[in-house]
């Protein structure tokens, strides 16, 4: 049985890569406030003409657009383009740290928009991503934006962190004993408290089996963007973003919106069909059996799911 299952996801993995051999791809840069920022364009046999693409954000922040190819199938319908935020992956990496904002981030997005010549598009973010994707219409409006998908997104950081402490309070005493004394200590640099942490995010974040990968040599994530602006680690919030909060906001989004989490996401269900329930219309759905990196563990299903919301949104326009 193990090599009959071990067969199936050589295969599964073959097909997506031929899949990706398929499409063609076209990157570039595009100068934004503090330097070059790389995207990439996927365009499979019915990606182009009159379709309306896929812009897709990753998460961190600090993080890159790399697992985002796992979306490149969906380019057989319309063109998907990711890229990597200034200060990580191919972008720019610029040392004034004054740049890693969120205000900064939105506008960066907007030029690209703006460069490419999206008049229409369909937006997704996942985790810092999708609190990106959130904020960015609120700020800018959804002229233009025919469907916002949401994935496990970062929408409060207060909500975020309760969550957190109550995952965390289902681990092994001895591992809460362990975050609990390195954070009050301020050693979160410790090697005790790096492996303390990996409990958590095999338990929330990497829980399911990965049935996809991709590689992207020399683009690298940067740590001290994500430092900066969240903290040492997915549970403990010391930046920029401790006073992120869009729940107030929710209720202005009047664009047709997809809500996803893990069955298992540090993002938790309860918390993300709430959000889901303040945006009028919001559709709301839990991928199974995994936390919160679902992209690479579930890709198929997640595909599918984007791939009819996104049919949707553009008959009901």
């Given at each position: 049985?193990?090599?009959?299952?071990?067969?199936?996801?050589?295969?599964?993995?073959?097909?997506?890569?031929?899949?990706?051999?398929?499409?063609?791809?076209?990157?570039?840069?595009?100068?934004?406030?503090?330097?070059?920022?790389?995207?990439?364009?996927?365009?499979?046999?019915?990606?182009?003409?009159?379709?309306?693409?896929?812009?897709?954000?990753?998460?961190?922040?600090?993080?890159?657009?790399?697992?985002?190819?796992?979306?490149?199938?969906?380019?057989?319908?319309?063109?998907?383009?990711?890229?990597?935020?200034?200060?990580?992956?191919?972008?720019?990496?610029?040392?004034?740290?004054?740049?890693?904002?969120?205000?900064?981030?939105?506008?960066?997005?907007?030029?690209?928009?703006?460069?490419?010549?999206?008049?229409?598009?369909?937006l997704q973010g996942h985790s810092w991503g999708g609190a990106l994707a959130a904020y960015y219409v609120l700020e800018k409006g959804t002229e233009g934006i025919v469907s916002l998908t949401l994935s496990s997104p970062l929408i409060s950081t207060p909500l975020w962190i309760r969550d957190a402490n109550a995952l965390r309070a289902t681990l092994d005493a001895?591992?809460?004993?362990?975050?609990?004394?390195?954070?009050?200590?301020?050693?979160?640099?410790?090697?005790?408290?790096?492996?303390?942490?990996?409990?958590?995010?095999?338990?929330?974040?990497?829980?399911?089996?990965?049935?996809?990968?991709?590689?992207?040599?020399?683009?690298?994530?940067?740590?001290?963007?994500?430092?900066?602006?969240?903290?040492?680690?997915?549970?403990?919030?010391?930046?920029?973003?401790?006073?992120?909060?869009?729940?107030?906001?929710?209720?202005?989004?009047?664009?047709?919106?997809?809500?996803?989490?893990?069955?298992?996401?540090?993002?938790?269900?309860?918390?993300?069909?709430?959000?889901?329930?303040?945006?009028?219309?919001?559709?709301?759905?839990?991928?199974?059996?995994?936390?919160?990196?679902?992209?690479?563990?579930?890709?198929?299903?997640?595909?599918?799911?984007?791939?009819?919301?996104?049919?949707?949104?553009?008959?009901?326009?």
């Amino acid at each position: 049985m193990e090599k009959v299952r071990c067969l199936l996801v050589c295969v599964m993995m073959l097909m997506a890569v031929a899949s990706q051999a398929e499409t063609e791809l076209r990157s570039g840069f595009i100068d934004v406030e503090g330097g070059p920022l790389w995207y990439e364009i996927a365009n499979g046999d019915a990606g182009s003409g009159d379709a309306v693409p896929l812009v897709t954000l990753h998460g961190g922040p600090g993080g890159t657009s790399c697992g985002l190819q796992l979306l490149y199938p969906l380019s057989d319908e319309r063109p998907v383009i990711r890229y990597d935020q200034l200060g990580t992956g191919r972008s720019g990496r610029p040392r004034d740290a004054s740049l890693w904002n969120r205000d900064r981030f939105v506008e960066a997005l907007h030029t690209l928009r703006r460069e490419l010549g999206l008049e229409r598009m369909h937006l997704q973010g996942h985790s810092w991503g999708g609190a990106l994707a959130a904020y960015y219409v609120l700020e800018k409006g959804t002229e233009g934006i025919v469907s916002l998908t949401l994935s496990s997104p970062l929408i409060s950081t207060p909500l975020w962190i309760r969550d957190a402490n109550a995952l965390r309070a289902t681990l092994d005493a001895e591992v809460q004993a362990v975050l609990d004394k390195h954070e009050a200590e301020g050693t979160t640099d410790h090697p005790d408290y790096a492996e303390a942490t990996e409990v958590f995010y095999a338990a929330f974040v990497r829980r399911g089996e990965t049935k996809e990968e991709v590689d992207c040599p020399g683009a690298p994530w940067n740590s001290v963007i994500y430092n900066q602006m969240w903290g040492p680690t997915e549970f403990y919030a010391t930046g920029s973003l401790q006073d992120f909060d869009l729940t107030s906001r929710l209720g202005t989004i009047d664009v047709p919106t997809l809500f996803v989490t893990g069955e298992f996401d540090e993002a938790r269900p309860a918390t993300v069909k709430g959000f889901a329930d303040a945006v009028p219309g919001a559709r709301f759905e839990v991928i199974p059996g995994v936390g919160h990196s679902s992209i690479s563990r579930e890709p198929a299903l997640y595909r599918d799911l984007l791939r009819s919301f996104m049919r949707e949104a553009e008959e009901a326009r």
